[in-house]
Each structure stands twice: as structure tokens, then as C-alpha cells.
């Protein structure tokens, strides 16, 4: 607090260094108990169709409410998870809380994208956790996408392609997340039995000659019959920059933030057209 910043101004760095150090302990000891406390949340940001701009999917993004902390971000705790097995009641969670909600919308049909930790399919029983959510849910499965996302690194490759060949076996469309970030998802392309590719955002940000990469990355991926998506879209100018790139898919803050699903939903109002009739598998 003010009161107590005050009191301990003497030493100010070393204050803040040892409350930073507190929260982090704190969420790191109160982090088991997310679920059961039903502390977890979820927000949806659609993905755009560039064509006409209607809204043929939402991913989901994780957000954690705490009662003393306020809101933290995935990429806070997300990474604490994956150190042990919670990563995988926190994404059993996810999974089942954002099928069930698109699977409540159906008739006006939407895709919907969870983010999956590498770590979650390095178990057998994954494959088993998304039967459960698509029956509970009653989500037909090619409404379900799995992002693959970079945030742990890819250590049991063999295991990775066996698990994931069987959720896709259901219908489940797979996409590898944040292609971009780190070099080492390149090598993933030709390995990974994926359907999508989504670029990451920092594409948007750099400069021209990087971004000069960015035609011929997309060439690679079309020609791996892989479907490119650009996430990261803020302005006119990227969203333009994405449409002479010959992408039709794209997310980012231009077209819509993260937000409780009633509210993305609401964003929405165009037809809408789930993604495999713009893009056939
Ligand atoms: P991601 O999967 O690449 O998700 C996109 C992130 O970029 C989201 O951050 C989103 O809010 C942000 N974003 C979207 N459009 C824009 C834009 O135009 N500009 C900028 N600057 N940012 C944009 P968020 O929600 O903080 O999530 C961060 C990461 O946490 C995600 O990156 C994903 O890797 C991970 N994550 C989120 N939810 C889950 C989950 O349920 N499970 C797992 N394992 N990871 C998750
Ligand atoms: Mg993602
Ligand atoms: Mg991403
Ligand atoms: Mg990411």
C-alpha cells in the first residue's frame, strides 16, 4: 500500500522486489486450488474471415481471478503450471468450460480454438480428456480447434505426433500456435499432423525487411496444404499488409479483444460461417 511504501521508503527497490517476490509465492501456492475454487475464466477474441469480415471462430484464452491479486494473465501462471501436472486439470478445465459454451450457441454455428501446453500431450490421456469434453459438451468436433502452442518446448516429438494423430482421427482440427516466435517451431511444419498455422503477432511488428519473410513463409505453408492465419492485427496498416498477403484469416485487436463470450458473440453481426466451409480440410 501507499501507507506502507511511504514507511518503507528508505528502501524502495528492495520493497518492491520482496512484494513482487510475495505475489509471485502466493499465486504459486494458491495456484492447485484454481479450480476447485472455481477462480478460473474464460475470454473469447474471434477470428476474422478477411473476405467479408464475418467472424468464423473465437479462441479461447484463459484468465485467472484471484481474490487478493485481481486478474492474471495466462502468461503468468500458465508457465508455473506446466513445471507440474496441474497444466493438465487446468486445461481439462478450459476445454470443457469453452466447448460447452460455443456448444450452447450451436445452430448458429462457430468454431472454437483452445491452447493446449505441449507438456498436456506428452499423456495418453488427453486424447480421452477431449472425448469427454466433445461428449459432455456435445460439441461436434469439427467445431474444435487445438493450438499447439510454443510456450513449453516440444521434447517428446514421437509422443506429440501419436496424440495428436488421434484427437485428429475424431475430427478435431489442430493448429500450431505463434509460428515466429522462436525458430525452433519451423521444424515443427513438417513434423507436426496439423491443419492450420498461425503466425505470430511480432510479424506485424517488425520491420520491412522481416517482414519480406513473410510471402514466402505463407508460400511454404500453402504449399504444406496448411491454412495461414496472422494474429496480432492492431491497425489499417497490418490489416492491409495481411490482405495483399493473400491470408483470409485473421485476429487481432483491430477486429475484436478478448471478452466474455456473451460480449464476443454480440460483436458478431454478420452471418457467420464455421471455418471448414471456407477452408475444406
Ligand atoms: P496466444 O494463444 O498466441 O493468444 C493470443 C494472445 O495475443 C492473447 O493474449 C491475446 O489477448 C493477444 N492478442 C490478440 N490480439 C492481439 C493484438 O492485436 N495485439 C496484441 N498485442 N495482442 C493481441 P493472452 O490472452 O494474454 O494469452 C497469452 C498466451 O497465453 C496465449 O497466446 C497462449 O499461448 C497462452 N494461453 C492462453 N490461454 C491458455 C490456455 O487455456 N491454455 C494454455 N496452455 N495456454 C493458454
Ligand atoms: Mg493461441
Ligand atoms: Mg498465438
Ligand atoms: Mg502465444
Known sequence: ???????????????????????????????????????????????????????????????WDHPVHGRIMPDRFI???EESR??????????????????DSVGRSVDVSVNISPRQLERWGFIDDVRKALATSGLDPRRLVIEVTE??????????VAVLTAVRSLGVRVALDD???????????????IDIV?????????????????????????????????????TRAQHDLAMRLGVRLAQGFRYGAPAP???????????????????SR
Do not use: N
Open 1 to 63: 500500500s501507499a501507507k506502507r511504501a511511504g514507511k518503507d521508503r528508505w528502501r524502495p527497490f528492495a520493497a518492491d522486489a520482496s512484494e513482487g517476490a510475495r505475489t509471485s509465492l502466493e499465486l504459486r501456492t494458491d495456484l492447485p486450488y484454481v479450480v476447485e475454487r472455481d477462480q478460473l475464466t474464460v475470454e473469447y477474441q474471434p477470428v476474422v474471415l478477411l473476405d467479408d469480415d464475418s467472424i468464423v471462430a473465437f479462441e479461447a484464452l484463459v484468465r
Open 179 to 193: 509460428l515466429g516466435a522462436g525458430f525452433a517451431s519451423l521444424r515443427h511444419l513438417g513434423t507436426l499432423p
Open 198 to 234: 498461425k503466425l505470430d503477432r511480432s510479424f506485424m511488428r517488425r520491420p520491412m525487411q522481416e517482414r519480406d519473410l513473410l510471402p514466402g513463409l505463407i508460400e511454404l505453408i500453402r504449399a504444406l496444404e496448411l491454412i495461414p492465419v496472422v494474429e496480432g492485427v492492431e
Open 79 to 81: 508457465p508455473i503450471a
Open 151 to 160: 510456450s513449453a518446448s516440444i521434447d517428446q516429438v514421437d509422443q506429440v
Open 261 to 279: 463470450f456473451a460480449e464476443a458473440w454480440s460483436m458478431v453481426d454478420t452471418p457467420r460461417r464455421p471455418l471448414d466451409e471456407v477452408v
Open 86 to 103: 496441474l497444466i493438465d486439470e487446468i486445461g481439462r478445465w478450459v476445454l470443457t468450460s469453452a466447448a460447452c459454451t460455443v456448444a
